[in-house]
Each structure stands twice: as C-alpha cells, then as structure tokens.
C-alpha cells in the first residue's frame, strides 16, 4: 500500500495518474495547503522543505517502510519498483525520459506555476511580471509543439515523463492559451487525455481518504 500525501494539484496530479497507471494500491491522504498544513510538524517529518507531494511505501525495498519527497523522485521511485516501461530499462532510452522529466521539474512546472500565479491568482496585477512569466510560459509551449511535431510522446513512447507533464498543460485554459497556436501539443493532450489512468488520477483527489483499487481490479 502507498500513502499518497498531496492535494488536488498539478504536482499532486502527476503521483496519482502515475499510480493509476502502475496499477499500484493507494491511499491518498489530502494535505490542504491553503491552510497551510504542508508545514505541520506532521508533514514536515516527510517532507522538510514543506511541500506536497510525498509518499510512505508501506512495502519499501527492504520490506520496511520509506518515505520519498520530491514529485519527480517519487515518479522515478514507484516506476522503478514496478518495473514498468514507463521507466525503460534501456539506458539510453531511460536517459531521454530523465531529460524530459527534469524539463518538467525545472521548466513546465516552475514557469507554468508563475504565470499562473502572475495572470490569473495575484491581487495585484503587475504588467512586467506577468509579461516576462507569460512570454516564458509560451516559450515552452513552443518547445514542446516543435518536439511533438516530430514525436508523439516526449521520450519517443509513453513514459513518466509524460505523466508529469500532462497536469500542468491541461491547466491550458487558466493560461488562456489557444490550442490552435499549439496544435503538436494539443493533439498530444487528446492522446493522453484518451487514457483512463489519465482521466481517473486528474479527479481521484476529490475522493478524499479512500483507498484506490489497482485498474485491473476496478469494475469497468
């Protein structure tokens, strides 16, 4: 069992389509952040940085528990003990999907959060900032439509790269952005939009406390 500690987040989002995908059971215990509970005592024994998400593996490698911080370490993490070609063994292969996970980390999600924040979340509407977090926002998307002209997943097949991407794009309409100025990208988000691990770990958060079944496990 995997004790998922997040919120109903794009980064919360990228654990949760990840497990449905893995077919891993889970419990998704939420963490309200707009109350600030990302920084309990509690949670911070987790997760010192205090933020979400984070993870208790009741069954770690040892057969003991671990507990992992870090979206992108958790990913790497749970793909790892599944075995699962999300995360291909190939080196070369799984050294492309490193690449765009850290895109991910470092880029779609840093930019993406600021421009949120900028555009549509701040109370005080600062046209230098929101200029310079929008313009990079579509420098992104410009990245990622030139990639997915030529490819139809980020690492060549699907992967966990796509997973942790996937949540921060389909937040496209708080952006205002138009799809048809990104049409590689756009018809990648159909695609993954198409898959039910996608669709159930993008409202999974709002059945709050419940154990999830494995997808294979789930009645159809």
Not at 10 to 15: D, H, L, T
Not at 52 to 64: F, L, N, V
Not at 122 to 135: E, G, H, L, P
Request: glycine share 6%; charged share 25%.
């Amino acid at each position: 069992m995997i004790d998922l500690y997040a919120w109903d987040t794009s980064n919360g989002r990228k654990i949760s389509i990840l497990l449905e995908e893995l077919g891993l059971p889970y419990r998704y215990h939420p963490v309200d952040i707009s109350k600030g509970c990302q920084f309990t005592e509690d949670f911070l024994t987790l997760n010192p940085n205090g933020k979400i998400p984070a993870i208790i593996d009741r069954q770690g490698p040892d057969g003991k528990p671990i507990a992992i911080f870090e979206s992108g370490a958790i990913m790497i993490y749970l793909a790892n003990k599944s075995a699962s070609e999300l995360y291909p063994a190939d080196i070369r292969l799984r050294t492309d999907v490193n690449q765009w996970l850290m895109f991910q980390m470092g880029g779609v999600g840093p930019s993406f959060g600021q421009a949120l924040h900028y555009y549509k979340y701040a109370d005080q509407k600062v046209d230098y900032a929101i200029k310079r977090s929008m313009d990079e926002a579509h420098r992104i998307y410009r990245v990622m439509d030139l990639h997915l002209s030529k490819n139809d997943y980020f690492a060549g097949q699907y992967s966990i790269a796509d997973v942790s991407i996937y949540p921060w794009v389909a937040r496209w309409e708080w952006l205002d952005i138009q799809w048809r100025d990104y049409p590689h990208v756009a018809r990648w988000f159909e695609r993954v939009s198409e898959r039910p691990a996608a669709q159930q770990g993008m409202v999974v958060m709002g059945l709050e406390g419940e154990t999830q079944p494995s997808p294979m496990n789930r009645a159809a």
